[in-house]
Nanobody
Framework: QVQLVESGGGLVQAGDSLSLSCAAS????????LGWFRQAPGKQREFVAG????????YSSDSVESRFTISRDNAKNTVYLQMNNLKPEDTAVYYC?????????????????WGQGTQVTVSS
């Protein structure tokens, strides 16, 4: 019912900034809460940040501290992840996800739809 397509990944140096975006199509975008997850080689997919359906609530994981910021533009059916001061340990495939409950969840099993991911590689 919802298709998600991530973009904006690439190869950067430690300390650089990068902005990811996720465009949605299908069912009304504002009806879903959105989350960003990442998966590094050999590791499980982990929660990065989430935003409620209205955008009034946001939550970021302790692993990224205050370096990453999530936002959404319902008029454009797009969710963003602004990443600052990137570190080598941020290297992973980044995924956006949507859930119909319209609330932020930190576990992958709570999300109904997933994008294909975009690779972010941070060199030392």
């Amino acid at each position: 019912q919802v298709q998600l397509v991530e973009s904006g990944g690439g190869l950067v140096q430690a300390g650089d900034s990068l902005s990811l975006s996720c465009a949605a199509s299908g069912r009304t975008f504002s009806s879903y809460a959105l989350g960003w997850f990442r998966q590094a080689p050999g590791k499980q997919r982990e929660f990065v940040a989430g935003i409620s359906w209205s955008g009034s609530r946001i939550y970021s994981s302790d692993s990224v501290e205050s370096r990453f910021t999530i936002s959404r533009d319902n008029a454009k059916n797009t969710v963003y992840l602004q990443m600052n001061n990137l570190k080598p340990e941020d290297t992973a495939v980044y995924y956006c996800a949507a859930n119909a409950a319209r609330r932020i969840f930190t576990s992958t099993r709570e999300y109904d739809y997933w994008g294909q991911g975009t690779q972010v590689t941070v060199s030392s």
